[in-house]
């Protein structure tokens, strides 16, 4: 059974950084993309990168380029998001998921606020 | 970036009745559309990909269908679990993108 536990949220500051990570189970990490998306309070879902399964490829939502770096870590089977120059606007639940040929899978979530 | 357009954002329906939520991209998306279920608590439930494909373990009321810019998910018969918001999303480019949602309700 494929499982992806997101950790590493918490209460931050504007203009502070933070590292998320998502480890995964159940299947072969290194042979797939992950991805992160994050959903904001009473709001929609909003993708905000992917990571090809060898790292070579990393692509972002315009609203994190540059401040939002996605990595991967496969002997740990670990994905990784570090979030820095945090707005309050990044408050959101933030979700790993695993697409592939056969539908997706996702993780329950963590919450990141970015509040003073 | 491709817009999805998911109506309606509210649907107030009846248990055992079948339903149906329209998602439109700005532009084709070669059935490269999926649907999702996400319950109050925010646990987020892939019901179908590329369009029609039904998810392992989704039941077979859900369906999915379209072409181009236009898809539907259709929910044959209600049941108590099936009240809960609705998501489309675009995989076929960069940025994928979601539409609003459609809050699936009891009337």
């Known amino acids: 059974e494929v499982q992806l536990v997101e950790s590493g949220g918490g209460l931050v500051k504007p203009g502070s950084s933070l590292k998320l990570s998502c480890v995964a189970s159940?299947?072969?990490?290194?042979?797939?993309?992950m991805h992160w998306i994050r959903q904001a309070p009473k709001k929609g879902l909003e993708w905000i990168a992917l990571?090809?399964?060898?790292?070579?490829?990393?692509y972002y939502a315009d609203s994190v380029k540059g401040r939002f770096t996605i990595s991967r870590d496969n002997s740990k089977n670990t994905l990784y998001l570090e979030m820095n120059s945090l707005r309050s606007e990044d408050t959101a639940m933030y979700y790993c998921?695993?697409?592939?040929?056969?539908?997706?899978?996702w993780g329950q979530g963590v919450m990141v606020t970015v509040s003073s | 970036d491709i817009q999805m357009t998911q109506s309606p954002s509210s649907l107030p329906a009846s248990l055992g009745e079948r339903v149906t939520i329209s998602c439109r991209a700005s532009?084709?998306?070669?059935?490269?559309l999926n649907w999702y279920q996400q319950k109050p608590d925010g646990t987020i439930k892939p019901l179908i990909y590329?369009?029609?494909n039904l998810q392992s373990g989704v039941p077979s009321r859900f369906s999915g269908s379209g072409s181009g810019t236009d898809y539907s998910l259709t929910i044959s018969s209600l049941e108590p679990e099936d009240f809960a918001m609705y998501y489309c999303?675009?995989?076929?480019?960069?940025?994928?993108?979601f539409g609003a949602g459609t809050k699936l309700e009891l009337k």
């Open positions: 998921a695993k697409f592939g040929n056969y539908g997706s899978s």
């Open positions: 159940g299947f072969t990490f290194s042979s797939y993309g």
């Open positions: 990571i090809y399964y060898d790292s070579s490829n990393k």
């Open positions: 532009q084709g998306i070669s059935n490269n």
């Open positions: 590329y369009t029609s």
């Open positions: 999303q675009q995989d076929a480019s960069f940025p994928n993108t």
